[in-house]
């Protein structure tokens, strides 16, 4: 899409602008570093990208389609995804309970024969 150039006097209202940053999209970069006798305090690195979500995927931009706080569907994974974890670790819980079961029949088994053989012996 191209777009007339302006100038002053041209005309150009603020939704012809807004339409022609969100079209294009506009990066702005800046560093903020403070150091102390130079030793590094602090170090802050701004990257803004102002662009429309199209030209944002163009670019390459998707981050909002994983976030589940931005994306029903990222937030239905997300809670699926909890939901496998829990039932991954219901199913751990009640092998490791199932052995310890066994293991206790199996002591509880040997101390009687013991205590059997204790009795008969004189």
Do not use: C, F
Request: net charge negative.
């Amino acid at each position: 899409m191209s777009y007339p150039a302006s100038g002053a006097g041209s005309g150009a209202s603020l939704a012809d602008i807004l339409e022609r940053v969100l079209d294009r999209g506009v990066v702005i970069v800046g560093d903020i570093r403070i150091n102390l006798l130079d030793i590094e305090l602090l170090t802050i690195k701004l990257r803004l990208i102002v662009a429309s979500v199209e030209r944002a995927e163009q670019m390459g931009i998707d981050w909002w389609r994983d976030d589940p706080s931005l994306s029903a569907g990222a937030r239905r994974r997300e809670v699926d995804r909890e939901n496998r974890e829990k039932n991954r670790e219901q199913h751990e819980l009640a092998r490791e309970n199932a052995e310890l079961r066994e293991r206790i029949a199996a002591l509880e088994g040997g101390r009687d024969a013991l205590e059997d053989r204790k009795e008969e012996s004189p």
